[in-house]
């Protein structure tokens, strides 16, 4: 028996969500799946369908959004040779294909209202004819679909049929965004760590460091985990040392590193700091106010770039060296914790 693919994570809100998922795996009805892009719906739809009794039986998976209209009900329903210019035999479609077993339909909210109607009339009397056909057939197959949309909202608008939504959820698994399970962002990030360090030939995962792990658990995360993924993957990529934890996180790469990202004090602010006098001294030398201008600015520039030194290197227009050499002539070194 296959098993379903590993959900990562621990947290109240998930492990609420996958008793919800083992529970209705077994009860052979279609099922709704909603939760926001990258939260995992194909994961769940594989559990539903590895955890029922139609483990043994095919798994299918169509995006609904990836394919056009006029190709889409081919790829659901099949059809017979001639039915269009181009089509010179028979071919089975998706609920033929999945006879026995499982059919997972994401995005099924950008149906349209026509394919909506024979997906209706499948999911509720188990009939359909191939694109073309004439002959009815017989389709075992138990729906999964899935969406990020309100389709509550949509079937009021008339963009989605609400006897189709009646069919389908049968009962609804609700996904946790992953700004709603932060306690699994740890677990997340070290699992994909893990993977990327293999990818790239290291022999092990030196960690994050603790401003990094801030960082991470400070996102929002609109893209959820697959988001994540991108992030601690392209992070380590870019970091290159396997023998230091990794300092920065690099969640946003269209940021441009030559934009001016450090706004520049107007002068008369840069005068007054340079005349504020000192408690306890009355003339103070300029190469040391000069030293206290560029020491706010330093502390400024990190503040805003996540205490990173490689990308406040970058906005200031500095070599990596040079900002450093910066950091500790100022003190402004931090230590970082191996394994973090």
């Known amino acids: 028996m296959r098993t379903p693919t590993s959900i990562i994570g621990n947290s109240p809100a998930l492990s609420s969500a996958l008793d919800h998922v083992s529970r209705l795996a077994g009860v052979n009805r279609p099922v709704l799946v909603l939760g926001e892009r990258g939260t995992g719906k194909e994961l769940v739809a594989e559990r539903l369908h590895y955890l029922s009794g139609r483990w043994d039986g095919p798994l299918l998976k169509l995006n609904c959004a990836a394919i056009a209209e006029s190709l889409l009900e081919s790829e659901l329903f099949g059809h017979e040779a001639g039915a269009f210019t181009g089509a010179t035999r ?123 792990l801030a960082v991470l658990l400070e996102h929002r995360w609109p893209g959820n985990v697959r988001e994540l993924k991108n992030v601690v993957e392209r992070s380590l990529y870019r970091w290159g040392d396997p023998r230091e934890p990794v300092a920065d996180i690099v969640i946003d790469p269209f940021r441009s590193p030559f934009a001016p990202t450090v706004p520049v004090p107007p002068a008369d602010a840069t005068a007054a700091a340079a005349t504020e006098p000192v408690a306890g001294a009355t003339d103070i030398a300029f190469t040391e106010r000069i030293g206290r201008i560029e020491k706010q600015l330093l502390q400024e520039a990190l503040a805003q770039h996540g205490q990173s030194q490689r990308r406040t290197a970058q906005a200031l227009g500095l070599s990596y060296d040079q900002l450093r050499g910066l950091v500790r002539k100022h003190g402004l070194a931090r230590r970082r914790r191996r394994g973090q």
């Open 90 to 212: 028979i071919r089975r479609g998706r609920f033929e294909r999945a006879e026995g077993g499982s059919l997972f339909l994401d995005e099924v909210a950008t149906m349209s209202l026509r394919l909506q109607e024979k997906l209706l009339r499948v999911v509720e009397y188990g009939e359909f004819e191939r694109l073309g056909g004439q002959e009815t057939l017989r389709a075992d197959v138990r729906v999964i679909a899935a969406t990020n949309v309100d389709l509550q909202q949509r079937a009021a608008q008339d963009l989605f049929r609400s006897d189709l939504l009646d069919r389908l959820s049968f009962d609804v698994v609700h996904l946790p965004a992953l700004r709603q399970r932060s306690g699994d962002i740890y677990e997340l990030a070290q699992h994909f760590a893990v993977q990327m360090c293999a990818e790239l030939g290291w022999d092990m995962f030196a960690g994050f460091t603790e401003q990094a």
